[in-house]
Every structure is written in structure tokens, then in C-alpha cells.
């Protein structure tokens, strides 16, 4: 009667370290088969978000669709130089864990951090439509502190590198209907057309306190603010300075102007 008991006890270890050997080889096996896949929706997502900022984009998406010759791509580019970095593959590269890789990131004092965001990676994933070897459209991915949360979007210019092309935020916890109208279609669609450089090449784009007052000459770079969201949009202006200047994409921006400059 006792063996019977220590026999079935060994039994039921063993039937139970069987189960967790076959459940781990599935489990890790199915992960691997499906990591091409995973990586395949990884990238459909992004490119869907992408998508949908270049369809704010005149005519644009008609000649995506359209005409052979246009094409969107992404690229890893370092933001220091603003070069690409082809030895990064943009759709595994993941800049919020770089910022925070000791090689790949870097730490920002409170004097050159603006956007609040206290660590940012040296590297960047942009988007660019090209069409016959000019770039027509940039997408840039932008973040920074808001009242509550770190707002994640992306804001498109077009082929001048000034001319605002498109806004959006896919990522934020701002509170519904204040600052949470971020998202508002029709207020991203009054971002389009602003310039975020004078004539200087000094950032300019921000949202005012209230309504923008279209006789003043400074409208061309004012977006009304949103009610009972002040912190919000204060967010927003600085995310969008930060990401602007030098200390974020002005080097790529720089680049782009000069080899579009240089085509025929
Ligand atoms: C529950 C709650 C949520 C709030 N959410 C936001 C927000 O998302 N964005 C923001 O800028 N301010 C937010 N605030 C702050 C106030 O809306 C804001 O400081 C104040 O009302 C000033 O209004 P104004 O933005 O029109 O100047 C929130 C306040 C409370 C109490």
C-alpha cells in the first residue's frame, strides 16, 4: 500500500515534468515560428500609423497608390549628425529601450530637456516619401511631458522641411476632454499648413494660450490652444521645439535640405 503511494507520487512528478517539458517546447517553439509574423504585424502597425499622417498629405496618397517611382521608407538615422545609420534595422530598432541602453542612450540634464523626458536615444526612426530621388514628405516621431503623461506622436513636414504636413498622437494618458483633445481630428487638422521655422531657421511653432489671432503676422506658426488643457498644449509647443532644434532632428533636417537642394 506505502509503494503504491510513493510510486504514484513519483508517477504524478514525473507526468507533471513531462506536461512543462512538452508545454515549454511548444510554447518556445510556436514563439520562434511565429516571431517573422510578429515582426511582420510589428511593422504594419507602425507603417499603418504612418499611413494615416500621409494620407493628411495633399494628393499625396493618390501618389503613393498611384505612381510607380514614390515610395515611403523608414530609416534609422543618428540624430548627432543627422546621418543614416544603416547598421540599425529600423523595424526591430526600439528607441525607447535604447534610451535607456548605456551605449545607445543618453541622459538629458534639466537644462537641455525641455520636453521632459530625461533620457532619449541617439538614434531615430524617420519615414520618407521620396519621389524621383527628392524627399517630398518627412515623418518624425516626437515625445514629451504633458500634464499627466508622456505623449508619443508623430509630426509630418513637407518637402520644404518647414511646412507642416500632418500632427498626430497615438500614445498619451492626458485626461479625457482636456488634455485628452490632443486627439481632436479637427484641431490636428488646424496644425496643417503652419510653418515651424522663420526665415531666421529659428523654431517658432506654438500653440497660444487661447485663439489665434489671424491678422498678426505670427499666425502662419500659432495653433489655438485647447480649453482646461493649458499644461497640455505647453507640452506640446515644447516637444515639438525640442524635437526641432539641434538637439533632436535639426542635423537630419539640415541634410535632407541639402541633398533635395542638390537635385536637379
Ligand atoms: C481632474 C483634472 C484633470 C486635469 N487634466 C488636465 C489635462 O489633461 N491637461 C491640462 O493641461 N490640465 C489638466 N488639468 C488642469 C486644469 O485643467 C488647469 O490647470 C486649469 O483648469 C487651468 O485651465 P486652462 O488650461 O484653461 O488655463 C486637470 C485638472 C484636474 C482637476
Given at each position: 500500500?506505502?509503494?503504491s503511494h510513493?510510486?504514484?507520487?513519483?508517477?504524478?512528478?514525473?507526468?507533471?515534468?513531462?506536461?512543462?517539458?512538452?508545454?515549454?517546447?511548444?510554447?518556445?517553439?510556436?514563439?520562434?515560428f511565429?516571431?517573422?509574423?510578429?515582426?511582420?504585424?510589428?511593422e504594419r502597425?507602425r507603417?499603418?500609423?504612418?499611413?494615416r499622417?500621409?494620407?493628411?498629405?495633399?494628393?499625396?496618397?493618390?501618389?503613393l497608390?498611384?505612381?510607380?517611382?514614390?515610395?515611403?521608407?523608414?530609416?534609422?538615422?543618428?540624430?548627432?549628425?543627422g546621418?543614416?545609420?544603416?547598421?540599425?534595422?529600423?523595424v526591430?530598432?526600439?528607441?525607447r529601450?535604447?534610451?535607456?541602453?548605456p551605449?545607445?542612450?543618453?541622459?538629458?540634464?534639466?537644462?537641455?530637456?525641455?520636453?521632459?523626458?530625461?533620457?532619449?536615444?541617439?538614434?531615430?526612426?524617420?519615414?520618407?516619401?521620396?519621389?524621383?530621388?527628392?524627399?517630398?514628405?518627412?515623418?518624425?516621431?516626437?515625445?514629451?511631458?504633458g500634464?499627466?503623461?508622456?505623449?508619443?506622436?508623430?509630426?509630418?513636414?513637407?518637402g520644404?522641411l518647414?511646412?507642416?504636413?500632418?500632427?498626430?498622437?497615438?500614445?498619451?494618458?492626458?485626461?479625457?476632454?482636456?488634455?485628452?483633445?490632443i486627439?481632436?481630428p479637427?484641431?490636428?487638422?488646424?496644425?496643417i499648413?503652419?510653418?515651424?521655422?522663420?526665415?531666421?531657421?529659428?523654431?517658432?511653432?506654438?500653440?497660444?494660450p487661447?485663439?489665434?489671432?489671424?491678422?498678426?503676422?505670427?499666425?502662419?506658426?500659432?495653433?489655438?490652444?485647447?480649453?482646461?488643457?493649458?499644461?497640455?498644449?505647453?507640452?506640446?509647443t515644447?516637444?515639438?521645439?525640442y524635437?526641432?532644434?539641434?538637439?533632436?532632428?535639426?542635423?537630419?533636417?539640415?541634410r535632407?535640405?541639402k541633398?533635395?537642394?542638390?537635385?536637379?
Amino acid at each position: 500500500m506505502a509503494k503504491s503511494h510513493v510510486e504514484s507520487r513519483t508517477r504524478t512528478l514525473l507526468v507533471a515534468f513531462l506536461v512543462c517539458a512538452v508545454c515549454s517546447v511548444i510554447v518556445s517553439s510556436t514563439s520562434v515560428f511565429l516571431e517573422p509574423r510578429q515582426r511582420a504585424n510589428r511593422e504594419r502597425d507602425r507603417e499603418e500609423k504612418i499611413l494615416r499622417i500621409v494620407h493628411g498629405h495633399e494628393g499625396l496618397a493618390d501618389l503613393l497608390s498611384g505612381l510607380s517611382g514614390v515610395t515611403l521608407a523608414a530609416h534609422v538615422v543618428d540624430l548627432a549628425t543627422g546621418d543614416s545609420a544603416d547598421h540599425l534595422d529600423p523595424v526591430s530598432f526600439d528607441p525607447r529601450r535604447a534610451a535607456i541602453d548605456p551605449l545607445l542612450g543618453i541622459a538629458l540634464p534639466d537644462n537641455r530637456d525641455p520636453a521632459g523626458i530625461g533620457h532619449r536615444s541617439r538614434f531615430s526612426v524617420v519615414y520618407q516619401v521620396e519621389s524621383e530621388r527628392r524627399i517630398i514628405l518627412v515623418v518624425l516621431p516626437v515625445h514629451g511631458s504633458g500634464y499627466a503623461s508622456t505623449m508619443y506622436g508623430y509630426l509630418a513636414l513637407g518637402g520644404d522641411l518647414n511646412t507642416v504636413a500632418g500632427l498626430t498622437f497615438f500614445e498619451h494618458g492626458e485626461t479625457p476632454g482636456l488634455g485628452g483633445e490632443i486627439e481632436d481630428p479637427d484641431w490636428l487638422e488646424s496644425w496643417i499648413g503652419k510653418r515651424v521655422f522663420d526665415e531666421a531657421g529659428k523654431v517658432r511653432i506654438e500653440i497660444v494660450p487661447d485663439v489665434v489671432d489671424l491678422s498678426s503676422s505670427d499666425s502662419i506658426y500659432q495653433v489655438d490652444g485647447l480649453t482646461g488643457a493649458t499644461r497640455t498644449c505647453d507640452g506640446v509647443t515644447a516637444l515639438l521645439r525640442y524635437w526641432l532644434s539641434d538637439d533632436g532632428f535639426g542635423p537630419y533636417l539640415e541634410r535632407v535640405r541639402k541633398s533635395n537642394e542638390e537635385m536637379p
